[in-house]
Nanobody, 123 residues
Framework: QVQLVQSGGGLVQAGGSLRLSCAASGLTFSNYGLGWFRQAPGKEREFVAAISGFGVSTYYADSVQGRFTISSDNAKDTVYLQMNSLKPGDTAVYCC????????????????WGPGTQVTVSS
């Protein structure tokens, strides 16, 4: 069964850090580009960060550049999102998403979604 299983997230104070994980199963991990997207209440889902197969290239939204780091571990078929210097504006449901032979940098390009995890940053 092809699926993405997420872990991490939770409640943190502004300025704090969290790490999200997205473990893939049922697919050849290195063939997939994976990304993180988030959706805040009343807003559209937006791109956060993405990484190509084998972690060769990474991409970030301007709003998280320099604060968030995306990485992958091909031995564990897992992609991570390290989030530092968190702000209340980062509060959202975070979803990982993937697409074979592509790096999804917009939600419409995602073919496979994780279930989502809540990140709440208090001021």
């Amino acid at each position: 069964q092809v699926q993405l299983v997420q872990s991490g997230g939770g409640l943190v104070q502004a300025g704090g850090s969290l790490r999200l994980s997205c473990a893939a199963s049922g697919l050849t991990f290195s063939n997939y580009g994976l990304g993180w997207f988030r959706q805040a209440p009343g807003k559209e889902r937006e791109f956060v960060a993405a990484i190509s197969g084998f972690g060769v290239s990474t991409y970030y939204a301007d709003s998280v550049q320099g604060r968030f780091t995306i990485s992958s571990d091909n031995a564990k078929d897992t992609v991570y999102l390290q989030m530092n210097s968190l702000k209340p504006g980062d509060t959202a449901v975070y979803c990982c998403g993937g697409r074979k032979w592509d790096v999804p940098k917009t939600p419409v390009r995602v073919a496979l979604w994780g279930p989502g995890t809540q990140v709440t940053v208090s001021s």
